[in-house]
């Protein structure tokens, strides 16, 4: 099925690891996003890539890195990973300015 | 800055009977997207319904119904005849031109 596809959907890294989430859409998109998700706080936008070639800081972008690598995909480093860091990340497309998200499935991340 | 309001961090509704939840949303802006995202304990954030601020007609779609108030700002979601299935976490989420800003959600349980 079309769609964001994200990996891994799971992952415990220790405190000063580093790692790459990876995030595919196969919809021809322009847009594309990261978020994470914690408990009473939403979705914080962490980086997104408005088109090709763009990147762009979202709320809460310390502690990350992000590349566009081409059209379909947009990946999300933690350099150094830090207990802050557990959460449940997103990764979203969209084609433009009318619609919605589509999301893909989440990555639960947890820095012991 | 835009903000997304959701007052009710949990809500309750009988098998069969009706739901509101509310949203509130602050913005300069004249033109933008609502929308109500349904995330149930797979994870996976789900569209709902969506709103075009220009429309005045509320948006539809089967048993899910908004009430869009733009002078108050507000955005409320109704769904009709609850099923089980609507269990979830919902949430308002409001799109300008770059960026979505979400609230923090509404945690719905429905009761057989």
């Known amino acids: 099925n079309a769609g964001v596809t994200q990996t891994p959907k799971f992952q415990v890294l220790k405190t000063g690891q580093s790692m790459t989430l990876q995030c595919a859409q196969d919809m021809n998109h322009n847009s594309m996003y990261w978020y994470r998700q914690d408990p009473g706080m939403g979705l914080r936008l962490i980086y997104y890539s408005a088109s090709e070639g763009t990147t762009d800081k979202g709320e809460v972008p310390n502690g990350y890195n992000v590349s566009r690598l081409n059209k379909r995909e947009f990946s999300l480093r933690l350099e150094s990973a830090a207990p802050s860091q557990t959460s449940v990340y997103f990764c979203a497309s969209t084609p433009g300015r009318a619609p919605g998200y589509t999301f893909g499935s989440g990555t639960r991340l947890t820095v012991v | 800055a835009q903000t997304v309001t959701q007052s009710q961090p949990e809500m309750s509704v009988q098998e069969a009977e009706t739901v509101t939840l509310s949203c509130t949303y602050d913005?300069?802006?004249?033109?933008?997207?609502l929308f109500w995202y349904k995330q149930p304990p797979s994870r996976q954030m789900i569209l709902v319904i969506r709103?075009?601020?220009?429309?005045?007609q509320n948006a539809t779609e089967n048993r899910f119904s908004v009430n869009f108030q733009k002078a108050a700002k507000s955005f409320s979601l109704k769904i009709s005849d609850s099923q089980l299935g609507d269990a979830a976490m919902y949430f308002c989420?409001?799109?300008?031109?770059?960026?979505?800003?979400f609230g923090t959600g509404t945690s719905l349980t429905v009761i057989p």
């Open positions: 989420a409001y799109r300008s031109a770059a960026q979505f800003y």
């Open positions: 709103q075009e601020a220009y429309k005045q």
């Open positions: 913005t300069s802006e004249s033109d933008y997207y």
